[in-house]
């Protein structure tokens, strides 16, 4: 299969639906057709092509399907290719929602198709979709992730009083410890936060262009938060507004964070902002289950919503684990915790852009 502009099966007796490849021109079209879309998420916007192709390297394909000039469906896709952690198509890495948006089943059937023919071509080894719901249940799928959501009361005070009593505290601790938030124009003092808490806890740092690519690329929708006491910098989250949500997607702190209760002040600070600013739903993002973040988040009272995560398998027998807690990456975690934060930092960007 070659891909190109026309993707699509020629089968115009069944439907006029054609499947196409996003160019610049249509970027517009496209991210209004995400925003009306129930199915989209804010890991459905073009932004994503531009960020990914410029701080990774990685092909795209972002994919829609047309009927007679409107769009109907979308799904971008992303192939990473790896010595070290195979080679795939995935819908969509570094993001933890994705696959398929679409108004029918004509669409999304087309676009599967056309993916498929594309994941064969790339002869890679599986192709993954990141669903937030079921699609496929005879699919081989990962129950490993879940996600948080909540709706935000209007009220500020009824929010607060939501949390449950002992996370409730450490709130509190912070707001008694004077602790003071910030929006930031740019990425310095995230960075120097987010990039000590993974080296903490032997993650390979993303590179610090990512970030300032997010940030140029979906401007007023990428806000960074910043958690700060006579100027010292203690925790940043950088979050995303999609519609009426905001989702708080990369964050760290530094050392003396935990002892302040800056962290638990943070989260809170975002959601007393959000509620102000009138959006209704807090999600609180994607944890692996029985994991430290996992607890964090059902601390704060958010119950725990599955994630499909769906394979078509093409060279490979078997989904692919990732997964920090298997044991042939335990070695490379403890060696990479005592690395030097410079180094870290350095060689983090080559490896985690294979990770997706």
């Known amino acids: 299969m070659n891909v190109s502009n026309d993707l699509s099966n020629s089968d115009s007796s069944v439907s006029n639906v054609l499947v196409k490849e996003l160019n610049p021109e249509n970027n517009e079209r496209w991210d209004q057709f995400v925003l009306a879309c129930s199915k989209a998420t804010f890991f ?8 990914i192709e410029r701080a990774f390297g990685h092909k795209t394909w972002f994919l829609y399907a047309e009927n007679e000039g409107r769009i109907e469906g979308v799904l971008p896709l992303v192939e990473i290719k790896s010595v070290l952690f195979g080679h795939s198509i995935s819908a969509l890495p570094f993001c933890v929602y994705g696959g398929i948006a679409s108004e029918n089943d004509v ?13 064969q071509q790339q002869q890679v080894d599986y192709l993954e979709y990141r669903n937030m719901y079921p699609v496929h249940n005879e699919w081989p799928t990962k129950d490993l992730y879940v996600t948080f959501r909540k709706a935000i009361d209007p009220d ?10 002992k996370q409730r505290a450490m709130v509190r ?5 004077e602790l003071n938030s910030d929006v930031d124009d740019d990425i310095e003092r995230f960075f120097f936060a987010y990039s000590r808490s993974v080296h903490r806890l032997g993650t390979p740092v993303f590179p610090k262009q990512y970030f300032q690519l997010l940030k140029e690329t979906f401007a007023e929708q990428c ?11 203690l925790s940043s989250v950088m979050s995303f507004y999609f519609r009426d949500e905001v989702l708080p997607y990369y964050g760290g702190s530094t050392g003396d964070a935990r002892a302040l209760a800056a962290n638990d002040f943070m989260y809170w600070e975002l959601m007393r902002r959000s509620c102000e600013k009138g959006y ?9 289950r029985d994991t430290g973040s996992f607890s ?14 769906e394979y078509q398998l093409i060279q490979s027998s078997g989904i692919p684990n990732h997964n920090p807690s298997n044991p042939k990456y335990k070695f490379f975690i403890k060696a990479w915790q005592k690395l030097p934060l410079s180094v870290a930092n350095r060689v983090g960007p080559y490896i985690v852009k294979n990770l997706g």
């Open 173 to 177: 601790k912070g707001i008694k410890n």
């Open 280 to 288: 209704k739903l807090f999600d609180f993002g994607r944890s692996k």
């Open 223 to 233: 806000e960074i938060l910043t958690v700060h006491k006579n100027n010292n910098t």
């Open 44 to 51: 459905h916007k073009s932004g994503w092509k531009k960020v």
């Open 296 to 309: 964090f988040k059902k601390n704060w009272g958010f119950e725990a919503q599955p994630l499909y995560y």
């Open 156 to 165: 500020v005070e009824a929010n607060l009083l939501a949390i449950p009593r």
């Open 107 to 119: 669409a999304r059937q087309k676009l599967e198709a056309a993916a498929y023919e594309l994941a």
